[in-house]
């Protein structure tokens, strides 16, 4: 399984990025995927997960301002970032999670970076 994260870059406080995660190299469903992301000298925290179903949660630091979503292309899905703030800035993670087999598969991460 090969996760595909992409999107990231600098960007100024109040600006807007889009990120993208693809899963690939599995037939089994996913049943869920969520951005997680780490700022230097913090733990790895939950910025939002989208379900199956289509369920949503976010972090109370991004709600409002952030929207996840799935894309149209199978296993693909999004992160729209608005209104960016200099602590948004981390390394976002993209997660799925595959009940068949019981595995979490992470990808390699893409560094979000918000400064004037």
């Known amino acids: 399984v090969q996760l595909q994260a992409s999107g990231g870059g600098l960007v100024q406080p109040g600006g807007s990025l889009r990120l993208s995660c693809t899963a690939s190299?599995?037939?089994?469903?996913?049943?869920?995927f969520g951005w997680y992301r780490q700022a230097p000298g913090s733990q790895r925290e939950l910025v939002a997960s989208?379900?199956?179903?289509?369920?949503?949660d976010y972090a109370d630091s991004v709600k409002g301002r952030f929207t996840i979503s799935k894309g149209n292309a199978k296993n693909t899905v999004y992160l729209q970032m608005n209104r960016l703030k200099p602590e948004d800035t981390a390394i976002y993670y993209c997660?799925?999670?595959?009940?068949?087999?019981?595995?979490?598969?992470w990808g390699q991460g893409t560094q979000v970076t918000v400064s004037s």
């Open positions: 997660k799925i999670e595959v009940p068949a087999i019981a595995t979490i598969y």
């Open positions: 190299g599995t037939s089994f469903r996913i049943s869920a």
């Open positions: 989208i379900t199956r179903g289509g369920s949503t």
